[in-house]
């Protein structure tokens, strides 16, 4: 069945009107029917269909901005048309001047300021209804009093009837909501409808149980009091509680009814003769009573006088309900106000959209967000928010996604492109806003423009990856510097220790000395640069192993006694017996963070001595080794005590210090100590030596560990067959040397390609490949040999990088290539000694190589590049003489045995086989000190040489 009664909602936006349509629905379908009008004009038609279908409209739901009509005017139209209904206003934009407009022109019910809730919306609409049915039941009144005035009375009766309801109806239609105004004006009515002399309010008091005078108008004088008297309920109980049962208490006769209240001193002037007292009731709670009073004897109440007085203390409730409504609504009102005050001056962007993408509403911080001059303009210009403003159209169906599935959803970032197209980076949070039926009415949300964080962040990457760049590129500097550095240095220092070594007049040795000095002291400063730059990128790994740490503190105490001794200062260590004899930690960081502190200690003390002191205590599973390095050299001044741990800081600033050193040491010592788990300070005062204290964490080595011992260096058993490929002459010479001092035979190669082609006649026990070269570099080789495609004899062949690159990362990178080894530049004996003993383990251990074609005659191996070495052989070798020859005048047969020793070797390697025998002899018969037959090996041998360089002078010299 149609219901007779129906809510008319009229908005020109159809999002919202569809909304409010949903909400309603939900709260009163289907006792009412919800009808919702796109335009005020639609509205009217409606509201005229209403009115010939007879069915009441019980609430007017409408938007304020609306073209061609605004919701104040369609109020007061539709107002005429169904007087009765009650109007609420919705909109964005009220002030309180327009409220206060449309409230006293067109009778506003109440007002809802957008964006509502939707539980207000149907707070206010049920507000409505009943005010409606009130209006009704007081028009049915009215009009069943006409038709009485109109059948039986008499006329006066009739028109007295008629002026009564006149009133009550003027009461009704007062929409005052000052409660004291209508009060005033019920009370002057009813005592003009009563023809009482006073009528009053008795204010009633639930707490108290009493009733108070607040209200009193004198009929005579037409003035209204407030007396304020008081009447206790307990003083007059029969008449309290028919007043509480709800019964209206006449007294025709005040002074002969038990029931009334009786006349009161200074209320009742002269005494009170008959009254009429009506219960005043709100939201089922008494609040007080109606009083009409006569003076002028006993009177009757008749029927008319009573109801009236029934109504008018129905109205009295109402007026107090009405006000404190109306307080409610002031409050709420500023209350919104304040709110509607932070949404529009808010700083981040609020909304509300529907699920399906129109925009509802939204401040103006979102409308400025995205280029809209107003909300209006944003809300007129975005019709699908998805399409229109979300620069990727699937994030917004992200967000709905994630809505439906968490109901709120924070900091969800994505991008919007404002009007002008640029893209704005923001972080949304937002939230469903359910709908009484249990559905989603619409959502509400944040916008944040998060443009400047989301741009720092990218700049900061930037900032990092060219930061990281230049740190790679420094990286790949300092590979190429050392490299270079490091291959020239090789020559120097090579051929500094052979000049040493071999027979330097004395002037020339001091001066040689120096010079290699310097040359190790560079090739310290670089490999210290190297280490720190290593630290610093975070390309250093530590290298856990075993070590005996009582072992590592004596051999670095050997290594520096010499230089302590130089000094004529005092060198000593004490490590602490309860330290372990195997612990785990890198031995090589430790070694050398012992070692420069020693170093410093030596090199900053002239007088006194430098003393190390190591000890250890438990932590757990972990150990901690405790240090201390104490000098008693200049000192270091208190301002400079951090300072010195930084890099390329000393405490000596200025230009003219006396020591020398790159100021990295310490750097490097501090960053060590820390990867180590430690930390590392100084105490020191300048005069008073210094004291260095560190501590690191090591491991207790497993007892497999402790029970092998600890590896030696291997010595290669016997002479090896080596191919040196190397293309600087110096380089060659100086491996020329080296390897025949150790026993070993040697040819050279001065590229790759001429590598390959002595490869692919011969075997060799080991290959020493240099990487850089021209022509084809070591890599290049590597691969050739490992290619069983190649003309190359032995492709499993020993192969062992020798190069100046000593970057962390290099050995591993040249292992992959296929090498089998790696040395690095400057070669140390030691390490090139250490390679070549592997060399032989493993040419002992894999089965034999394929067997080399015969060689073919003349061609002697390595022509090219022993003529272009031979200068350097024969400088060499005529020093070994002489200084043979001075030993033999000396007689120091061991200095004879020493350079013969060498000199075979070097003549070994150069072909001169001849000499190399005879350099056999000499060292055998210098042990067995066979002086005569000494002397004639040695003219054999200076014979011989003689012979050979005459024999090698006409070829041309190396360019
Ligand atoms: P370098 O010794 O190469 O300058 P370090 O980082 O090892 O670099 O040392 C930094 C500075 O700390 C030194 O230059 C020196 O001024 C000071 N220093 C280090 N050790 C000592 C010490 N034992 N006595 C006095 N000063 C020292």
Not at 770 to 789: C, E, K, Q, S, Y
Not at 853 to 866: D, F, H, M, W
Not at 903 to 916: I, M, Q, V
Request: charged share 25%.
């Amino acid at each position: 069945m149609e219901p007779t009664a129906a809510i008319l909602c009229v908005d020109d936006e159809p999002q919202v009107l569809t909304l409010l349509h949903r909400i309603l629905n939900g709260a009163f379908a289907p006792a009412v029917r919800v009808i919702a009008s796109g335009s005020p004009g639609e509205a009217l038609a409606q509201v005229e269909a209403l009115a010939t279908s007879g069915r009441d409209l019980i609430a007017l739901v409408t938007d304020e901005r609306m073209p061609g009509m605004s919701g104040e005017e369609l109020i007061a139209r539709i107002r005429a048309l169904s007087p009765a209904t009650p109007a609420i206003l919705i909109s964005a934009f009220a002030s309180t001047e327009l409220l206060g407009r449309v409230m006293g022109h067109s009778g506003l019910f109440r007002y809802i300021a957008k964006p509502f809730q939707p539980a207000e919306l149907i707070a206010a609409v049920r507000d409505a209804e009943r005010a409606f049915f009130q209006q009704k039941e007081f028009r049915h009144l009215d009009s069943l009093m006409r038709q009485a005035a109109g059948s039986g009375a008499t006329p006066p009766e009739a028109s007295r009837i008629l002026q009564r309801q006149e009133a009550l109806l003027e009461l009704s239609l007062n929409s005052s909501q000052n409660f004291e105004s209508r009060l005033f004006a019920i009370l002057e009515r009813t005592a003009d409808v009563l023809a009482a002399d006073r009528t009053c309010l008795l204010q009633y008091s639930n707490v108290s149980e009493c009733f108070e005078c607040t209200h009193l108008f004198d009929a005579k004088t037409g003035a209204h009091h407030s007396p304020r008297t008081i009447l206790y309920a307990a003083d007059h109980p029969s008449y309290a509680a028919a007043i509480g049962r709800g019964e209206i208490v006449i007294a025709k006769d005040v002074a002969h009814d038990p029931g009334a209240l009786p006349s009161i001193a200074g209320l009742h002037q002269p005494r009170v003769t008959a009254s009429i007292d009506a219960p005043v009731w709100q939201n089922g709670r008494l609040i007080g009573v109606l009083r009409g009073e006569a003076f002028s004897g006993p009177r009757d109440w008749s029927q008319e006088e009573i109801y009236f007085s029934m109504l008018a203390a129905h109205m009295i409730g109402a007026a107090r309900e009405a006000e404190q409504r109306h307080r409610a609504e002031v409050r709420l009102r500023q209350a919104e106000e304040r709110y509607r005050a932070i949404f529009e001056n808010a700083v981040v962007g609020i909304y509300q959209s529907s699920m399906e993408g129109r925009l509802i509403s939204c401040n103006p911080a979102m409308a400025r967000l995205l280029g809209f001059e107003s909300p209006a303009a944003m809300k007129g210009a975005v019709s699908d928010i998805a399409g229109e403003i979300y620069a990727d159209p699937s994030r917004r169906d992200e967000l709905i996604a994630r809505l439906r599935e968490n109901q709120v959803v924070v900091d969800f970032e994505s991008t919007l492109r404002r009007r002008d197209g640029t893209i704005l980076f923001v972080s949304e949070s937002a939230r469903l806003v359910p709908d009484p039926a249990g559905g989603i009415a619409y959502m509400e949300g944040i916008i944040q423009d998060i443009t400047p964080r989301v741009r720092a962040a990218r700049d900061l990457k930037l900032a990092k990856e060219a930061a990281e760049h230049a740190n790679r590129a420094k990286g790949a500097f300092l590979a190429t510097v050392s490299h270079e550095i490091r291959t020239p240095l090789n020559g120097v220092i090579g051929l500094l220790d052979f000049l040493l070594e071999n027979g330097l007049p004395a002037n020339l040795r001091a001066h040689a000395r120096l010079a290699q000095e310097s040359a190790h002291t560079l090739l310290a400063t670089i490999n210290d640069v190297l280490d720190f730059s290593k630290i610093e990128s975070g390309r250093f790994e530590l290298a856990e192993s075993p070590v005996d740490l009582h072992r590592l503190v004596a051999d670095i105490m050997a290594l520096h006694a010499p230089g302590a001794a130089a000094k004529g200062i005092g060198l000593c260590a004490t490590v602490d017996p309860a330290i372990p004899q195997r612990v785990l930690t890198d031995p090589l960081r430790v070694r050398q963070v012992l070692q420069n502190l020693i170093a410093n200690g030596i090199k900053f003390t002239d007088a006194g001595g430098v003393s190390l002191r190591l000890g250890s205590r438990a932590d757990g599973k972990a150990i901690v080794i405790e240090g201390a390095v104490e000098d008693t050299g200049i000192g270091i001044p208190a301002e400079a005590h951090d300072r010195i741990f930084r890099e390329f800081e000393q405490a000596d600033k200025t230009t003219s210090r006396r020591f020398g050193g790159t100021g990295l040491g310490l750097a490097i010592c501090r960053s060590l100590i820390e990867r180590l788990g430690g930390a590392i300070r100084v105490e020191s005062e300048p005069g008073k030596g210094s004291r260095f204290l560190f501590h690191f964490r090591a491991r207790s080595a497993p007892e497999a560990d402790a029970a092998r011992p600890p590896p030696r260096s291997p010595e290669p058993t016997r002479p090896l067959h080596i191919l040196c490929v190397e293309d600087s002459p110096t380089n060659q010479a100086i491996a020329r040397m080296q390897l025949a001092h150790m026993g070993h035979s040697v040819e050279i190669a001065s590229n790759g390609q001429e590598a390959i082609a002595r490869l692919s006649r011969a075997n060799f026990d080991a290959i020493l490949l240099d990487i850089r070269m021209p022509v084809m570099d070591g890599i290049g080789v590597a691969r050739l040999i490992r290619d069983t495609g190649s003309p190359v004899i032995d492709h499993a062949a020993y192969l062992i990088a020798m190069t100046a690159d000593a970057m962390e990362g290099d050995r591993e990178r040249y292992l992959a290539e296929g090498m089998d080894d790696y040395i690095s530049k400057p070669v140390a004996p030691e390490a090139l000694r250490a390679a070549l003993a592997r060399a032989a383990a493993y040419a002992d251990s894999r089965p034999q190589p394929p067997p080399a074609p015969p060689q073919a005659a003349g061609s002697q191996p390595a022509t090219i590049a022993i003529e272009a070495l031979w200068p350097i052989f024969a400088e060499e070798a005529s020093t070994l003489l002489r200084e043979m020859e001075q030993a033999m005048a000396d007689g120091d047969a061991a200095r004879i045995a020493r350079a013969a020793h060498t000199l075979k070797g070097s003549s070994g390697s150069f072909g001169c086989h001849r000499l190399h025998r005879l350099c056999d002899g000499i060292e055998k018969e210098a042990a067995a000190s066979h002086s005569d037959a000494l002397h004639e090996w040695l003219r054999q041998a200076r014979s011989e040489f003689d012979h050979t360089l005459i024999e090698h002078t006409p070829i041309n010299p190396p360019s």
